[in-house]
């Protein structure tokens, strides 16, 4: 949202050439309460006044995505077995999300993987490996956006706890070690 809102004050933003280290949620459980947080956030950063419209277009077509993604995956299988033509609309907005959600995630997997640390050969082979694993992750969005839906106003903020307890023992005795 911040980067919105500067963006809408004229400021102008790159991608930043570097590495960081994220760590995936561990769980299916979180994956979907992490989905469900940016889902949310999303809405109220679509929602916000304080972001002028123009900086909110790129974002239409990719929420707009995730939520006809229920749809959209409820219908693949179904048109395969109750082949019912449909109308040209819905055709194209059906195979444009889907552009759009394999786009998005081939996108991510290459802003993702450096070159530097994988090698040129290793990324394109990361970046291909995850190809196969969009219509899960595509179907576990699909239900982070009804949970997100259906939740978005229990309040609350999921935060996946990722470390493991072995690291967490590992800063506490850093930070033991520091304080000595």
Known sequence: MFALVAWGKGYKFNFVEGEMWEKSPFTLVDYIKQRKRWLVFHVYTLLSPEIPFKCKLGMIPTDLGWFLLVGNILNFPASFSFPIPLPLVLNVTAGSMGGLILFLFTFGSIKSFSSRKYGLFRKLLLIFATIPVIPLAACLDAIASVYGFNT??????????????????LQSSQIDMDLI
């Open 152 to 169: 978005r106003n229990s309040g609350g903020f999921h935060i996946v706890m990722k470390e493991t307890q072995k690291q967490t023992k």
